[in-house]
């Protein structure tokens, strides 16, 4: 087999450092473009190349050095990438797949549109008048949201109402160096709850899904994973991984595939985002699954075959750290350490900001009640609050 | 909770590397004193300080820059830890301790001797006449040991009879930095298996043993661990933690303990060696425990509680890959990562050399014999060799 050994990671935040862990266990070279010396990942790997990625000759200088570039964030331009690409360098995944995880217009229109997969309805607005058109029809509220540049909640709005349609196009729309954004108008889904498939789809084609997980969001920002999703039958469960599957193999995908969706109540699913990295819902993999999404992410992008994605306990919650009690993660998880041997914490070297993902644990075991109040008393008193 | 945050690491080995990868997750800094900028651990982190760990002057400029000090191997000559120790620099395990690890002489007084913990027949020989006389007293084959600076089978020769008692002292002995080497004769102990137990013993004196381990050793190098030991009873099992943990109190260790022991036909146990760092027979944990022994050390030495040391799986197999098919670890892993999705790969990131630990494979489940034989055979794969 032909394998891809230097790794360049476009993008220094967790993600990337997460996947530094996996690639020294697999003795893959990784070479890291952080946005600035001190971000994430950045404070970890040997190997760092400070500098924009939005620059035609930083990505080039960077990309020469490497065998197979991927992705800590979506952020690169569809364009450069694809010049990349043209050039013979290995972009994985390809600019092809990865514009419809940058571009909500363009996933929506392959995925409800050519695929029929089940999506919410939607239409792109280029005004306040067509925003309006769009919830008198579909009924309100409805949400509106960037067709690119948005994440963690920046992007999307909703509206409550007709008074409501100027919003999107008074405050100004998130910048993307990648294409031109679009303003799309989606039916509110008033969703029972959020779920997440994790698939991976490796050099050759072949891919596997990880089991289903709940999500809890607040603010736009996942809070909470678990693993599998409580209270759906196998067949709910299968029909969701054979929809990630299809997603990853229609879009060629090559690594990771997060797909998010929301469950109505009579139980039927809409793809809500795709994300082609590895993806905050997918962290408990970690220590949950036999493989973590790192590092099957970066075995789909070098060409090895894809490790193992069964659960290792019957119940696994991961929790997010947002803020903290302190700048000192170390020193906060003493007093968690203490209370919980059995917690896994992952911490990922950023200042203290409100609200900022600081890092997060995982708690796996036999009973679901038991393993979730773990988890949320852990993060709750690594943030310095009382339980939830 | 007072915690260390910076930890330096003497040694640049895959121990060091391997505690690397635990240290992101906890959100510790690490500095490293490697022997040579491409030496394994030194590939992987950011922060390394080439130099020689036992000159006195490129210690202690390493260690101002550190909150604590801890160890990739037991070289640092004791003297010089001491100094630092001295000095009011935090060493863990501390001089006082690790001594204990360096100096077999010492080893033995401590635990035959004062401790009266089961241990071979043994005795200091200052010449070959009284390596004869102690041979001809405990009957032949008797063990010769350089009291200081083996390892991995050097340093230890296996004499058949009186006739072969000149080799210790014919053969230069090891090179110790750390003291004078004597040689020591001991009991051969015709030992029906090997046994391993890991401990780990924290800041405040709290300690937690690991289950214990059958190794497998050829020519002094470790080549298979299979936890926990097949065929032992409970109360055995228990005997052996216990007497890892008294070993850990009696000698004030602060991080990992390793005891090596070998079991007699009649299922007594006699302590072999000691380590006080991660170590080979316990690598098993980074995927069979709930908390891996490198992130336990870091957590010890920095002063965090530490974290569960249960298994996850009724059984794990860890085999070493020795040498190697070819120097591509990553390349080479692809055959065995698709014929065994499950198996868990550590790549050291060393040339290719006959005999080098480049790498270990471990394997878990429910079925010991199938989990032995999938590690045997993902290794002997790697290594380019038949199945043994």
Chains 1, 2 share one sequence.
């Not at 009924?139 to 709005?157: E, L, N, Q």
């Not at 050099?203 to 809890?216: F, I």
């Not at 590092?295 to 750290?321: D, F, I, K, Q, Y």
């Not at 203490?338 to 993902?357: I, N």
Request: with cysteine.
């Amino acid at each position: 087999m032909n394998t891809a050994h230097t790794v360049g990671i476009i993008g220094g935040g967790q993600l990337a450092r997460m996947m530094y862990e996996a690639a020294i266990g697999l003795d893959l070279a990784v070479r890291l473009l952080a946005e600035a010396p001190d971000v994430s990942a950045a404070r970890v790997v040997r190997d760092v190349t400070v500098g924009d990625c939005a620059d035609p000759a930083t990505v080039k200088g960077f990309a020469a050095g490497c065998d197979v570039i991927t992705f800590d964030h979506e952020h690169g331009p569809t364009g450069l990438l694809a010049g990349l690409e043209a050039a013979g360098l290995a972009v994985r995944p390809g600019p092809a797949a990865l514009v419809h995880a940058q571009d909500k217009r363009l996933m929506r229109e392959r995925l409800g549109g050519e695929l029929g997969l089940p999506c919410p309805a939607w239409r792109v607005c280029a005004d306040a008048g067509e925003l309006r058109a769009f919830g008198d029809r579909t009924g309100w509220p409805v949400v509106a949201k960037a067709s690119r540049g948005g994440y963690d909640g920046h992007g999307v709005w909703r509206l409550d109402g007709p008074d409501d349609v100027g919003i999107p196009f008074a405050e100004s729309l998130p910048v993307s160096a990648g294409g031109p954004v679009a303003v799309i108008g989606e039916e509110f889904v008033d969703f029972t709850r959020e779920l997440s498939v994790i698939v991976v789809r490796g050099l050759d084609g072949r891919a596997l899904s990880y089991p289903v997980s709940e999500t809890v969001q607040a603010g736009g920002v996942c809070v909470e994973t678990t693993t599998p999703v409580p209270g759906m039958s196998e067949d709910r469960k299968n029909a969701i991984q054979a929809l990630g599957l299809r997603i990853a193999d229609a879009l060629g995908v090559v690594g990771l595939l997060a797909v998010e969706l929301m469950e109505r109540p009579d139980g039927g699913v809409v793809v809500n985002e795709l994300a082609m990295r590895p993806h905050n819902t997918g962290h408990w993999t970690i220590d949950g699954a036999v493989t973590s999404q790192f590092e099957n992410h970066l075995r789909a992008v070098v060409g090895l075959p894809l490790g193992s994605t069964a659960a290792r306990a019957p119940w696994c919650t991961m929790r997010n750290v947002l803020g903290g009690r302190s700048a000192d993660s170390a020193g906060d998880f003493a007093h968690v350490a203490a209370a919980d041997p059995g917690l896994r914490p992952q911490f990922y070297g950023k200042s203290l900001r409100p609200g900022r993902k600081r890092g997060h644990v995982t708690a796996y075991g036999d009973d679901c009640d038991q393993v979730r109040a773990r988890a949320r008393t852990a993060a709750a008193d690594l943030m310095g609050r009382p339980d939830v």
